[in-house]
């Protein structure tokens, strides 16, 4: 139909005068019928008129404006009367019991939950139909309702196209293969609407009727492998429970499309894409990365550069190469599709949040903290303008979070959480897991700013949240159990501190049905620790010597944790006098240290330090003097840390040289510790001069002479 034509039909349409409109008709009947081949039957006038408004609904459609095309299926159905309908009463029946069985009920407003504009080749059948057979009446009538289905379906109203594709169902019969062909694009029709209102089960359903139809009436390869897709994509939205069924589906499909001499490449493309999926979904990532490149190739042969679906395949190809841990090509991949996508979904898609998160969480791992921030952000930013109490902005939140936690801004990391918490708990019900975890972090960000008793009070919280959804006698709650006794034991609270581990202890032992494990150790390593605060040394020295037991046998003897177990030790002994105990424990501390961690490693530093402490205890003031020395050089090799701990190896330098009277080097050591206890400015160190020989110091510096 030619344009002006048309023109000049839909301003008929819209015309108030039933006269004009009707002489508009029959004016372009004249011209259709022209150029119309001859049918055995004459229509009659009424069929007539809904045949040019069919027309002109499809003409219409085709053009993109899907209003005016369902307004003009919608005036062909008015201009049909009544007796059209061989058994009007039955074929309502027949609607209503179909209906009461496959009626959609959800809201257009679900789409953009879940579904996206991507190519998953879902959507067969998308196209309103001609009137090909007037004679008979029902078929009239269901191919309008047909047609009225595709536009609604295309304006995004899933509810009335499905309430359209059932009546066009209810009043089919299938007599021939043309009729059975019509009957599984009416299928596949309310499996797209279900499906976009995520209504998977009753999705499923409408396609398998499809797919056993298509098999049943032997309908062709074409129909069959678009029916086998379409099913293939429910299995694999069904995930663990589906996917080796629709990875079958899905290679049946393809075989089928690729035996055909007559291709359909864009389709070709689709389902590799969809294999791709499942492999991806079932961690076989190389074999992903095979069908996702064989998509792209395709897609990059045959659509515009700017397409979503190259977009799409390049993001899938991202994703894999992150597993695959290729993290610069999944970088590139990434990028390349928001070169694309940004043009065609704009700044503030879902789905570039999404990208900035999967780019962000590259540039983490990669540890470049700053990117990460910056894509985090991004993404938060995108979110927000989406719905700024989702689930996903939480996320991110908390993403954020643990970003600045880890470049030490606690205090931006804290806001971060705190926006989080807050989302979290007007979204999750209460005690929900994810809120637990910001809560937490919370509590960490407390910790690490020495606030003990804010971060008491924060894992108390956690403990409780946890008690009710998680149970007593779990390992997360003896986590936060430990994590508070840590707290009480800074704050000085011992006995509190000594029951929370002893819990701690009690439910690990349980859950893990021996004393074998590493949080065993550590926990009784903890228990000893409060009880070598209170003076309780014998019982302290059995719980450092079972954690010694217990990670000597599963990290093997050359490990940092077992050193430290050997210098808890060695400290014991240091404390209750018996010195050379002490000292050859220190020695098997230092031993394992410079193993496990090497000659420079700050914890060599501070068991030659506790070692020159014994030694000058036991008066072998050499010893001393080599121990504190050997600390001093490690410390002056890292220049960037001059810091209150080669303060403190100084002045214990100084007071050794002070022993031995020898005044230069002591007050060259202790000025020098001076300034650094000035420099860094912590509380509680300052210089402490101690020593055994103050009456050798007097004679070699006498008091000065008296004013003349």
Known sequence: MLPKQLDELNEALSAPNDSFITSMIHKSLEDVEMARPRKKIRPEPAIDTVLLLTEIGITNYHLGDHSKAEECFSQALCRLDTSFFPD?????????QQASRSTVVASPQNDKARRTEYDEGMRVYQTPITLSDVSNKEQIVSTLYYNLGQTCMRQGSYEDAASNFNRALSLCNVTSSESAMYVVMIFHCLGYCSYRTENDDQAITYYEQALSLVRATKLGPLALAASLNCVGVLYFNKQDKGTTMALNMFRESLDLYQSMSNQDVPTIATVLNNIGRVYYLQSEFQQALVMYEQSLALR?????????????????????????????????????????ARGVLG????????????????????????????FYSQALVVQMKEDGTSTDVATTLNKLGNICYEMKDFTTAMRHYKKGLEVEKKILPANHPHTIITQTNLAHIYKQLGQHDQ?????????????????????????TLSSIGLMQYHLRDYESSFESYQQALHIRRSCY???????????????????????????????????????SKILGKDHRDVAILWYNIATIHFETGEDSVAIEMY???????????????????????????????????????????DALAIERKRPETRSSSMGRILNLLGNVYLQLGRTNEMMKCYVEASRLYEQNQKAGETLVIAGYNFYGLSKTNPPCAPVA
């Open 513 to 551: 049905g021996s004393d074998d494990h590493p949080d065993v150790a550590s926990t009784l390593n903890s228990v000893g620790l409060v009880l070598f605060k209170q003076d309780m040394f014998d019982l302290a020295k059995k719980c450092f010597a079972e954690s010694l037991r217990i990670r």
């Open 587 to 629: 020695k098997e501390t230092l031993r394992v240290e410079r193993t496990a961690l090497g000659e420079d490693h700050p914890d060599v530093v501070l068991t030659l330090q506790h070692l020159g402490q014994v030694h000058q205890q036991l008066g072998q003031i050499e010893e001393s003097l080599q121990y504190f020395n």
């Open 347 to 374: 700044p503030s898609s879902k789905d570039m949040a999404l990208v900035y998160k999967g780019i962000a969480e590259i540039y983490h791992e990669l540890s470049d903290l700053k990117m990460a921030l910056y």
């Open 455 to 479: 971060a008491l009070k924060a894992y108390m919280a956690v403990y409780k949240m946890q008690m009710v959804t998680f149970g007593a006698n779990t390992l997360q709650v003896a986590e």
């Open 300 to 340: 990059q042969s045959i659509l515009d550069v700017d397409s979503l679906d190259v977009a799409a395949t390049l993001y899938n190809i991202g994703q894999t190469f992150h597993q695959l841990g290729r993290l610069e090509d999944s970088l590139a991949r990434y990028k390349e599709f928001i070169h694309i």
């Open 88 to 96: 009007s009463s039955k074929a309502e029946a027949k609607y209503q």
